[in-house]
């Protein structure tokens, strides 16, 4: 019979060998990543390369091209979300170049499918949303944001305090911002998320009007993958037209 010395010892080696199996598959797996880069150009090395860095970046295990981790971002406070313009890329990443910042990844079809299935991905998106309406004066309500609820975007209660950094124009960076967001949304799938925060901006158009110039509010259509005239109707609407259907029969 084993006894208790024998059975701690069969224990350990058991470990150990998990461990060394373990150690293997991770080499095995880097050269055979190795070997496969090897027969890739330059351009398509540092793709995968950026697009892995900007993966580990949002699930919050890695840096952004300025060694920043997703949770010190987070943190910046809003004077700094404002005058800071290489962040942005990073928190809210599209598939098209940026114009301003040359280390900026690009969220290509790959990394897409990443952002939509991956749980942590997923989780600090909707964290990082809900910090960049804080930044613009406005908050959700119904639901959490973060949980991954059902939202409506409203304005906070210091909105008025954020119109001049934020939505005062002409050309505020901060539209452009808006737009890069709303896309971001869109390819990720935050599809309810990106609606409610669609529908705050045109109210907020529609409450102020000539704050936001027409070019800027169809580009946000657009970014949205939204057709002006398609929005859904409110709540209130729809038993309006409703109410009317009915007397109509």
């Known amino acids: 019979p084993i006894g208790p010395r024998g059975t701690q010892e ?3 080696r058991a470990r150990v060998a998990r461990h060394c199996i373990a150690r293997a598959r991770a080499i095995r797996a880097r050269t055979r990543r190795t070997r496969r880069m090897s027969d890739m150009s330059v351009d398509a090395v540092i793709t995968e390369l950026v697009r892995d860095q900007l993966l580990a970046f949002m699930r919050g295990s890695g840096t ?4 920043r981790t997703l949770d010190q971002i987070l943190a910046f406070d809003d004077q700094l979300w ?18 301003f910042n040359e280390d900026a990844p690009l969220l290509d079809e790959q990394a897409q499918l990443v952002f939509k299935t991956d749980c942590a991905i997923q989780h600090n998106l909707r964290r990082t949303l809900h910090r960049w309406l804080i930044f613009l004066g406005l908050d959700a309500a119904d639901g959490d944001i973060v949980a991954g609820q059902p939202i409506r975007v409203r304005k906070a209660p210091n909105f008025d305090k954020r119109i001049l950094s934020c939505w005062r124009g002409p050309s505020n960076h901060n539209w452009r911002r808006i737009s890069r967001v709303l896309r971001c949304l869109d390819l990720t799938g935050l599809q ?6 669609f529908d705050c901006l045109l109210e907020i158009v529609a409450e102020h009007p000539g704050m936001i110039d027409d070019d800027t509010v169809r580009l946000w259509h657009d970014r949205a993958g939204i ?3 398609s929005e859904p109707l409110s709540e209130e609407l729809s038993q309006l037209f409703a109410q009317a259907d009915s007397l109509l029969k």
Do not use: I, L, Y
Request: hydrophobic fraction near 25%; charged fraction near 25%.
């Open 10 to 12: 069969a224990a350990t």
């Open 64 to 67: 952004d091209a300025e060694d």
């Open 82 to 99: 404002n005058c800071c313009h290489n962040h942005m890329q990073w928190v809210f990443p599209t598939e098209e170049p940026s114009k």
């Open 192 to 197: 309810q998320e990106k609606q409610a925060f």
């Open 227 to 229: 057709r002006p005239g």
